[in-house]
Nanobody, 121 residues
């Protein structure tokens, strides 16, 4: 019954900002890593940013200095603050989490359904 629920996608003008949120719901024992990926039409899915349970972060070179990933361990959420957006950021953004469920007690990878981000010129 574990699922990742995303919100915050939409249409924004170039240079604008948008904040994506993702909540992990279900019988979760612990979360090791949460991340945001994106996939543009005709392109492969790529890692945008991730964050570990210890707070370490990694970013794709294309978003460094513009995007910020953060997480709330208690709420089991991860956010992606996106600033200075450009049309190249247009894609479907997916939440991702490596977590351990409380019932089977196994580490598994889960994906959100994806949320569309469109940046106009």
């Amino acid at each position: 019954q574990v699922q990742l629920v995303e919100s915050g996608g939409g249409l924004v003008q170039a240079g604008g900002s948008l904040r994506l949120s993702c909540a992990a719901r279900g019988s979760i024992f612990g979360i090791r890593t949460m991340a945001w990926y994106r996939q543009a039409p005709g392109k492969q899915r790529e890692l945008v940013a991730n964050i570990t349970s210890g707070g370490s972060t990694n970013y794709a070179d294309s978003v460094k200095g513009r995007f910020t990933i953060s997480s709330d361990k208690i709420k089991q959420t991860v956010d992606l603050q996106m600033n200075s957006l450009n049309p190249e950021d247009t894609a479907v953004y997916f939440c991702n989490a490596d977590l351990r469920d409380s019932i089977a007690y196994r580490w598994l990878t889960y994906w959100g359904q994806g949320t569309q981000v469109t940046v106009s010129s």
